[in-house]
């Protein structure tokens, strides 16, 4: 709870409104765990799948 006072304290969110800081920090907690999750899906997925580009 500590690293997330800090982190609101040294940012822009630090005047906002209480639930304004929650929506961000959910928005991007949201973000990161996605992002790791696909990591590690392509991580154990990927020689198996076949990706194709193109139009």
Known sequence: MDVITTIIRNSSLHGMPRWYQAI?????????SLIVTMYTLLLFN???MI???GY
């Open 24 to 32: 961000s920090i959910l928005l991007f907690s949201i973000i990161v």
């Open 46 to 48: 990927g020689p198996d």
């Open 51 to 53: 990706i194709r580009f």
